[in-house]
């Protein structure tokens, strides 16, 4: 079975930093690229940022370029998202995403087009 193993959540003051892994089993982790979204209450799960397969090519939603930063190791089948500079704001569920290279092409992929998601990690951060 595939899973996306989400860590790293957690509470912190604004202006502070967390550091979110997903390390994945269960699928050929080069043939995804991986993204990570967020959703509050009463809200649609939105891309954050998004990294190609082979670790060419980042994508980042407007809120949050120059403060987030993915990453990806191929060989430890894990993706990274560094959050620096949090804002209250950025408090969410973070979800970590796969989507297969026959069903995306670039960009933040939308929710239709992730194939396996994590369980989610609450990152809280107050101001």
């Known amino acids: 079975a595939v899973q996306l193993a989400e860590s790293g959540g957690g509470s912190v003051q604004a202006g502070g930093s967390l550091r979110l892994s997903c390390t994945t089993s269960?699928?050929?982790?080069?043939?995804?690229?991986m993204g990570w979204f967020c959703q509050t209450p009463g809200k649609e799960r939105e891309g954050v940022a998004c990294?190609?397969?082979?670790?060419?090519?980042?994508w980042y939603e407007d809120s949050v370029k120059g403060r987030f930063t993915i990453s990806r190791d191929n060989a430890k089948n894990t993706v990274i998202l560094q959050m620096n500079s949090l804002k209250p704001e950025d408090t969410a569920v973070y979800y970590c995403?796969?989507?297969?290279?026959?069903?995306?092409?670039?960009?933040?992929?939308?929710?239709?087009?992730?194939?396996?998601w994590g369980q989610g990690t609450q990152v809280t951060v107050s101001s």
């Open positions: 990294i190609t397969r082979n670790e060419d090519i980042t």
């Open positions: 269960g699928l050929t982790f080069d043939d995804y690229a």
């Open positions: 995403a796969a989507a297969h290279k026959t069903t995306y092409s670039a960009g933040i992929p939308a929710a239709r087009e992730i194939n396996y």
